[in-house]
């Protein structure tokens, strides 16, 4: 794995919590159908997919909660083990570097 790699992780995880902080922002919206981000991964990069959940005809608004706050806990420590690796790489860079002068 490669920085660009992690940064596109943190790209990626921040749609997942934009869409997510909207969702919860309109939990007391009446008709308000939330969305979902799904989070895939290849060799060369992380991409979301957000996607509009299928309405229920509900008047209430159809966020749920026991969904939405765990997702959020998900992006926190996705975003915080992709930190850690670009901290750990920049770190054996300058370790590199150092035994080459």
């Given at each position: 794995m490669n920085i660009s790699n992690n940064i596109s992780s943190i790209q990626s995880h921040?749609?997942?919590?934009n869409v997510?902080?909207?969702?919860?922002?309109?939990?007391?919206?009446?008709?308000?159908?939330?969305?979902s981000t799904r989070i895939s991964g290849?060799?060369?990069?992380v991409t979301a997919?957000?996607?509009?959940?299928?309405?229920?005809g509900s008047s209430k608004s159809q966020t749920d909660l026991s969904k939405e706050i765990?997702?959020?806990?998900?992006?926190q420590n996705a975003v915080a083990v992709n930190i850690s690796a670009i901290k750990t790489q920049d770190e054996m860079l300058g370790s590199?570097?150092?035994?080459?002068?």
């Amino acid at each position: 794995m490669n920085i660009s790699n992690n940064i596109s992780s943190i790209q990626s995880h921040q749609t997942m919590m934009n869409v997510n902080a909207n969702n919860v922002a309109n939990v007391n919206t009446d008709r308000f159908i939330p969305s979902s981000t799904r989070i895939s991964g290849s060799e060369s990069s992380v991409t979301a997919n957000t996607r509009q959940a299928d309405d229920n005809g509900s008047s209430k608004s159809q966020t749920d909660l026991s969904k939405e706050i765990p997702d959020q806990i998900i992006v926190q420590n996705a975003v915080a083990v992709n930190i850690s690796a670009i901290k750990t790489q920049d770190e054996m860079l300058g370790s590199l570097l150092d035994m080459k002068v």
